[in-house]
């Protein structure tokens, strides 16, 4: 075993103790209520930061979340790596369906359950490791750059981008928040779906009416919401939408069986879309309705409800353009609504996909540094889901190599409830990472 796979083992108990104590902070940057948590969550990283050995640690915000910036400057000669992560996390959901709470952080079988375990703090905790597996004192220099506002579509990072452009000036780029193979297969992500979102909503009347005394002469809101939703999708679940970019994803073998396996699809309930899964999950469009604001049940009587709205979420192919996309849909909104309802469509975030040629040696570095941290070498994938802030950070760096990485698996269901963190999968992903830092000094 090389001396530094030996270094990430002493230091990973350390590490897993300071993610424990960063899951303990409800760092969820979408509810108002918990952007002092946020705060807390900010200073924390940046105290362990100093710890670990980085001698200018900052936090800074340019009106969003407050990011941490560390750096530890390079040695002559030597290129620059970023290290990127995001310490805001998603809301908890519905706490009763948690085993054990989300933000007490559980060991069960090998994996560590809690919010915020896998996505993203434990990119932190890699980072951390692969840092104190140097001794703080890695042969290139290293700056973290940990964000507060992933989850919610990074709005201020173009801000932060700008504000702080020589402090995040680097040549390569590690973005650790994304998915693995499996727990023993790495992967390398290629690719990221990027992400379009709009509220759309019809208007009927301008108050309820008794349903017995109108229904069947003049329609409701959510009738007609419904059937306006029901029109983004043909019969067999492909998109019905006009003008979306469909690109071409990597020839991998992922079965039907293990879509069932990895989703929970219900016995009985069928795969929508056409193609192959890679191609569906990767590579083109898709739409979902996440959100929907009308009567609830509990308050429900028999009127005809005058107005009702949707948060309709649509991802992006690489290689398609995000505003363009969320125009597409607009228009389709605008065209599909029955019955002359009033129709409005607020658009919402947009996020651009990406797409990287992993050529070269930076990426050769990179697949070398897997094969021997998992003893397997990493699968070419792409993604289903978006990190916009990639295509930002490839725009003001053109010159950087950008590797997505990441310590997620198939089991880890992120943004979903019992979220975990396998902690092989964190040892092996710290291990990768520090001997890429090794590699990339030369
Ligand atoms: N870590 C994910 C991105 C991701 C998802 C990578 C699936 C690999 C597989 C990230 O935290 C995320 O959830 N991004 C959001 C972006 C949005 C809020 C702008 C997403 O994909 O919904
Ligand atoms: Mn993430
Ligand atoms: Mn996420």
């Not at 290139?140 to 504000?163: I, K």
Request: hydrophobic share 45%; net charge negative; charged share 20%.
């Amino acid at each position: 075993m090389s001396d530094l796979v030996a270094r990430v083992r002493d230091v990973l108990p350390s590490v897993r103790a300071d993610l424990e104590a960063l899951v303990r902070i409800e760092s969820v940057w979408a509810d108002p209520a918990r952007r002092p948590e946020v705060q807390r969550s900010a200073e924390a990283v940046s105290k362990l930061l100093s710890q670990a050995g980085f001698d200018d640690v900052r936090i800074v915000a340019e009106g969003g979340a407050p990011a941490v910036i560390a750096r530890h400057p390079a040695p002559p000669g030597a290129p620059t790596v970023l290290l990127y992560a995001h310490h805001d996390v998603q809301p908890e959901g519905d706490r009763s369906q948690w085993v054990s709470s989300p933000f007490e952080p559980t060991e069960r079988d090998g994996r560590l359950y809690g919010r915020g375990t896998a996505d993203d703090k434990a990119g932190i905790a890699t980072h951390l490791a692969a840092f104190r597996a140097h001794d703080g004192a890695p042969p290139v220099g290293v700056t973290v750059f940990v964000e507060g506002e992933e989850e919610s579509g990074s709005p201020s990072l173009s801000r932060l981008l700008s504000a702080h452009r020589d402090l995040l000036a680097a040549d390569v780029i590690v973005i650790a928040d994304s998915d693995n193979w499996s727990t023993d297969i790495p992967s390398l992500t290629v690719s990221l779906r990027g992400l379009a979102d709009c509220v759309v909503e019809v208007a009927t009347l301008d108050h309820g009416l008794h349903s017995g005394m109108w229904g069947g002469v003049v329609p409701d809101a959510l009738t007609v919401l419904v059937r306006l939703l029901a029109s983004l999708h043909n019969d067999d679940g492909t998109v019905a939408v006009a003008g979306l970019h469909e690109a071409t994803a990597s020839d991998v073998d992922y079965t039907p069986e293990r879509v069932r396996a990895d989703t929970g699809l219900l016995d009985g309930v069928s795969e929508i879309g056409s193609g192959s899964v890679a191609q569906r999950l990767w590579a083109k469009p898709a739409i979902t309705v996440i959100g929907i604001d009308a009567t609830p049940i509990a308050q429900s009587s028999n009127t005809l409800i005058p107005k009702a709205r949707a948060k309709v979420s649509m991802r992006v192919a690489p290689g398609g353009d995000a505003a363009e996309h969320l125009a597409a849909l607009t228009r389709h909104l605008e065209r599909h609504v029955p019955w002359g309802a009033r129709v409005t469509v607020t658009p919402g975030d947009v996020g651009q996909p990406y797409a990287i040629d992993a050529t070269g040696p930076v990426y050769d570095a990179a697949r070398q540094a897997f094969a021997e941290a998992w003893g397997h070498a990493a699968v070419d994938t792409g993604v289903g889901g978006s990190i916009p802030f990639i295509a930002e950070f490839a725009a003001a760096f053109p010159e950087a190599k950008i590797l997505v990485t990441g310590v997620e698996d198939p089991d880890t269901q992120a943004h979903s409830i019992n979220e975990s963190l396998h902690l092989g999968v964190l040892e092996r992903a710290a291990t990768a990472e520090a001997l890429l830092l090794r590699s990339l000094g030369g």
